[in-house]
């Protein structure tokens, strides 16, 4: 199986589904990361040139990470726009990879350059199929199923359609977002006014943002507003119901951590057999 997972920034695939891109790969699936703008908005401090160079280094460590191709494309941040030709260029890049399954923003989100990556996948989706459009580049035979990651925006709520237990990725979720350092201990903190702790160990443990036990409540997940283990948990607790759906009452009532993922209309269909290859896990 191929996967490509799309963000309009670094990071955005790391947070959201860095879980299941890790899972995929142990399972021998191909997964790749695309990162369609360079990174070069996201300081405070370094030049846009030194904050690109930056990233490129951090999702280069996130690459070998997780053990897959990473992608990032020149288009700088908050300049992404849906247009023909990012379109176009969209169109070749899926086409040559030709994935089972993309997973992407929504395009109701803050961040223009989110709500673009969203809109340029469904204005590609439905093309990849079409010959005549960007002839150079085959066609592919049919649709992937295209997913959404997990947001917080309510108009629409997102709909947790698939929701999965990354219990045993939480450590490689918190290594990701440790490998992040411009963003996670510079750039973030400081939008939010906040201060990180001196000492490598240090930093880390204030990363996590709370120590969760198997004893800490949802009501307590989702009072916090700060941390990375906390955010990855925040997805178990808001959707504790799909969780149980999905897993049975014993195991689903005692999932920290998870991923959860909206189906978009405009992909491929999510067949039985899809759902097992992809979802079962
Ligand atoms: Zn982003």
Same mark, same amino acid.
């Given at each position: 199986?191929?996967?490509?997972?799309?963000?309009?920034? #670094?990071? =955005?695939?790391?947070?959201?589904?860095?879980?299941?891109? %890790?899972? &995929?790969?142990?399972?021998? &699936?191909? @997964?790749?990361?695309?990162?369609?703008?360079?990174?070069?908005?996201? !300081?405070?401090?370094?030049?846009?040139?030194?904050?690109?160079?930056?990233?490129?280094?951090?999702?280069?460590?996130?690459?070998?990470?997780?053990?897959? #191709? &990473?992608?990032?494309?020149?288009?700088?941040?908050?300049?992404?726009?849906?247009?023909?030709?990012?379109?176009?260029?969209?169109?070749? &890049?899926?086409?040559?990879?030709?994935? =089972?399954?993309?997973?992407? %923003?929504?395009?109701?989100?803050?961040?223009?350059? %989110?709500?673009?990556?969203? #809109?340029? @996948? #469904?204005?590609?989706?439905?093309?990849?199929?079409?010959? %005549?459009?960007?002839?150079?580049?085959?066609?592919?035979?049919?649709?992937?199923?295209?997913?959404?990651? @997990?947001?917080?925006?309510?108009?629409?709520?997102?709909?947790?359609? *698939?929701?999965?237990?990354?219990?045993?990725?939480?450590?490689?979720?918190?290594? *990701?977002?440790?490998?992040?350092?411009?963003?996670?201990?510079?750039?973030?903190?400081?939008?939010?006014?906040?201060?990180?702790?001196?000492?490598?160990?240090?930093?880390?443990?204030?990363?996590?943002?709370?120590?969760?036990?198997?004893?800490?409540?949802?009501?307590?997940?989702?009072?916090?507003? !700060?941390?990375?283990?906390?955010?990855?948990?925040?997805?178990?607790?808001?959707?504790?119901?799909?969780?149980?759906?999905?897993?049975?009452?014993?195991?689903?009532?005692? *999932?920290?951590?998870?991923?959860?993922?909206?189906?978009?209309?405009?992909?491929?269909?999510?067949?039985?057999?899809?759902?097992?290859?992809?979802? =079962?896990?």
């Amino acid at each position: 199986m191929k996967i490509l997972m799309i963000g309009a920034h #670094q990071d =955005d695939n790391e947070f959201r589904c860095g879980g299941l891109a %890790h899972k &995929y790969v142990k399972m021998g &699936y191909e @997964v790749r990361f695309l990162s369609m703008c360079n990174g070069c908005g996201g !300081h405070h401090i370094m030049t846009p040139e030194e904050t690109t160079a930056c990233r490129a280094k951090e999702s280069a460590a996130v690459a070998e990470l997780l053990g897959l #191709q &990473y992608d990032v494309w020149d288009i700088d941040d908050c300049t992404l726009v849906a247009d023909l030709e990012t379109r176009r260029r969209l169109i070749r &890049y899926i086409r040559e990879f030709a994935p =089972d399954m993309i997973i992407t %923003h929504r395009p109701n989100d803050y961040h223009a350059d %989110h709500r673009a990556a969203g #809109q340029l @996948v #469904q204005d590609a989706s439905y093309l990849l199929i079409v010959p %005549h459009e960007c002839p150079d580049a085959p066609a592919m035979k049919k649709m992937p199923l295209i997913m959404y990651n @997990v947001d917080n925006f309510k108009n629409p709520e997102f709909r947790g359609d *698939i929701v999965l237990d990354m219990d045993d990725e939480i450590d490689t979720k918190m290594k *990701i977002a440790d490998l992040n350092v411009c963003q996670v201990y510079e750039w973030l903190p400081y939008t939010k006014g906040l201060t990180v702790p001196e000492g490598k160990e240090e930093r880390f443990e204030w990363l996590k943002g709370m120590n969760i036990t198997p004893e800490t409540t949802d009501e307590e997940v989702m009072a916090v507003t !700060h941390g990375y283990a906390v955010r990855f948990a925040k997805v178990a607790a808001r959707f504790r119901k799909e969780l149980i759906e999905r897993y049975g009452e014993e195991r689903g009532s005692k *999932i920290r951590y998870a991923e959860a993922f909206e189906i978009c209309e405009y992909g491929g269909a999510l067949t039985e057999e899809l759902n097992k290859k992809l979802f =079962d896990l």
